[in-house]
Structure formats: C-alpha cells, structure tokens
C-alpha cells in the first residue's frame, strides 16, 4: 500500500512558517507512517486509513488515529516508540494522549514559568480577574493569572504527592466555584471533613463526612444521590425532546426548568472501595451529558484505582512534580512531570489543546469543623471592593441599600446594582424589605449569612450575623430540592 491509501490528506503546510522545523506536512506524514509501519502498529485493511494529520497552529499537529486499526494502544503509546518518532523528525516533541480515541501531538512543549515570586501570589488578589461564575483558578503563568471554565475541563485528574499542593488547589476550584453561585458542589476528602467539612456551612454545597478515616459509606450515599439527581434530569430532559449537553437543554428549556453544573471533587480516591469506585466510574461515563463535571484527586497513579474506564474519560491531567518518568507516564502519558522544580505548587497541565507549567495559588481556609473561628483565618471568596460593598452594608444594619452603598465605597450606584442583582439570584440577597411602620418604608434587600461568611466578615460582625437570615428562599429546579 502506498501512503496515499493509508493516510488522510492532510491539509496544506503554510507557507510562511513550516509547523516542524524543516519539514511540511506531508513529509511529516511519511515519516511518521514509515516509523509506524516498521514497527507494526497497525492492522489496516485494503481503503482503511490509519490516521489524520491536521495543523492546530504554527507550532503543532494533531495526529488523530482511527483507533480500530490500532491492536496493541500500549505499544502507540510506548515511550521508546515516542522517542523514536521524535527522532525521525528532527527532535521535537511528541506526546501521546488517550483521550476516548488516540492522539499523537507533535511540535509542542510546556511554557514554562520564570519568575520565582509567582509562587506567593493569593488567590483573593486574582479573584477579580475571574472571567465567569464557572471558571476555576489554575494558577500563576509566565503571562498571569490562567483560568479555565469548568465546564472546558471536563474531567479532571489531579495527581500529586503528599505537601505538592493537589489539595489546595481543590480549595482553590472550591472557592472560586463557590463563589460565582453557579454550580452544585459535592465534596469527599476521605478526612472524615477535615479538609472539605469546613465549605458545609455555604450555599450549594453537599459535603460527605464519614465519623470516621476508614469508612466511606457518606461517600456511597452521596454518589447514590447524584445518581438519583441525573435521573431526574434525563426525565426533564425528555421534556424537551432530550439534549446531548447541558448547555443544549439550557438553551431551551423554560426558566424552571434550567439546571446547573453539578462539580463532584473527590480527594484521595485510592482509598475508595472497589464497589464505590465502580458506582463513580458509571456517573464520569455518563455525566457529562446531564451536566456532571469530576474532579479527582489522588497522591499516586496507580493502575489499581486509575484505570480502564475510569481512565479513559479523564478529559484534563494536572500533574504535580512526581518521582520518576513512569509514574508520570501513568499520570498524564507522558513523561515530564519527575523534571518539575522542587517548588510547592509546580504543576504541569494538560488538556489536549494546552500543555503548560502552572504555579499553584496559595490560599486562606475558613474554619475546621470543631476549631473555634479564631483559631483560624477568615475565609474570603470576595474581590476586595466586593467586600467593601458587603460591609457598607454591614454598617447599614445589613440593609444593601445600593445608593448608599455606592456612596461609601464611591461607585456608580448602576455598578453596585449589577452585584444586587446577582447576589440577589443566587439567594445571598433577601428579597426587599420593607419596615412594619404605616405607611410602611422601604428597607431595600438585606444580607444572608453566607454572604457575610465569604467575604470573611463574620467573625467581625459576630452581633448581627446572629440577625441575618441564613440564606434566601429561591424557587429551584426539581433536581435541587433535597429528599
């Protein structure tokens, strides 16, 4: 057979830059068949092809393999294989990537961070650089802050060694999330709610404490009710005549009917059970259709508790510095993250578009469940000038009287209207109020607790955080309401 037979045309190489150093497209495609021919890595069938060679950008292909001609993926995806492809063209990388079909990615490398200072920047200080209510911090790069929504993400895999950083970065995915309203969270930390227990006190979040280290029956009960949940909204969905996305069913369903992203975070899943593994292995399958975005935590790839289909629908890696090539082969499928530099925090992320080094941010933590409050530091989830309009309104008995908030803190009052209107929506506003007095006065909205709480005021103003309501009644959806 010739190349023509077996590869799909790929598109033409520009001709201002070619995307491998010396070589075009087609040249590209030769070599790389020729490698994998010699090293019988295909079954092909006379008019199969084998694989498609596509440009991303100036610096990189796309390799996308029809993966029935591929009987042996272990061996695609050999490190000694990669190596030698990488040879053949001339040194540039190649990365190998499994994601629910086989990928090769050539000419890219991880950017990479210079500036040391990067690895004490906070999390509060770049909260008011978060692009949408569903974008979670990644961390610190050579060109700032990196956010991603959560819903680009998909699934995620975070693999790091204990004191790497894996956890906090969770908080940091909780507290952004948290604080744009716009997601359901569940949480499992397998430290019987050390670490996770202190968001429970917050607006939609579910977090599964077990009393104690070694069970994880909170766990099961939790995935039976978000398996419970995505029933529900397939029959909502049927409504609509079903939708192969969230965003898609969104898009037409009517008010009472739009639902939001559920995020389940799960650290330490070495020590789920084999059963519970399996029950979290069919909702990550199935999920993403109804709206369900994972994110797992682990210190260590080990094929025992990552694999097969699990491993599959693991969309984005984050791999923190890990021991040795092979495990980071086992974390991301490559390896590159045994190279990272000792510094707390240091991660390597990839999603199939992006592959690049990230610095953690560092960040505040409310109180431990069983730890008096002063023991520990406040927790903020607030730009800083939304903590001003939140006391401003503390100042006014809780009252967010919006002129008058925008007097104190010398805004527009329509710029302080736009955060009433959706603090108000999530339920951390009261509706109006007005005074018992005849005739009665308007009063305007008032706080809710957790509202107080993220922006790490309560200990502040512990008298009238006794005042405040808990959290505004809202109407919800059907799969909001607890059973």
Known sequence: MTISNLVANPLPAFRTANRVPGLNADQVAGRLMSRLTREKVFDIKPGEKAFYLVPINPARYLVVFESLTIPDPDKLFSEDLLSRISIDLGGVPVLGLRKNSFYYQIG???????????????LDEVFGSQPSPLHVPLGMTAKGPAWRQIE???????????????????HAFIQALVRGGATLLYLWDNKAGNEFG???????????????????DKLDETLQQIASLLDKRARIYSKYGGSPTLDAHNSKAVQEDKLKPVVLLIDEIYFMPPEIREKLTRLVTIGRAYGLY????????????????????????IVFRVPDANESRLAMGRAGAE???????????????????????????????GIPASHTPSLCLLAPE??????????????????????AIRRNPKYV???STTWAANGWLTEIQSSTENPPRRLGRRLTKPLVRMAGLDNKYPELMSELPEKETLAVSVDEENE
Not at 201 to 212: D, E, K, R
Not at 294 to 317: E, F, K, S, Y
């Open 152 to 170: 680009e993400l998909d699934s995620v895999l975070i693999v790091g060694p204990r004191g790497s950083g894996k956890t906090t970065l969770m």
């Open 386 to 407: 939304e903590v001003a309009m939140v006391e401003a309104a503390l100042n006014l008995q809780g009252y967010f009287k919006i002129s008058a908030v925008a007097e």
């Open 339 to 369: 190279n990272l530099p000792n510094t707390k925090g240091r991660y390597l992320f990839f999603d199939g578009n992006d592959f690049i080094q990230v610095q953690g941010l560092n960040i505040n933590l409310p109180a431990v469940v």
């Open 294 to 317: 994972p994110v797992l935590g682990c210190q260590h790839a080990d094929r025992t508790c990552i694999n097969g289909q699990l491993d599959a629908n693991m969309t984005t890696r």
């Open 198 to 216: 202190r968001y429970n006190s917050l607006p939609n979040v579910t977090v599964a404490i077990n009393q104690q280290l070694d069970q994880s």
């Open 108 to 122: 890219t490398k991880p950017g990479k961070i210079v500036r040391k200072d990067l690895a004490s920047v906070k």
């Open 417 to 419: 209207s736009k955060f």
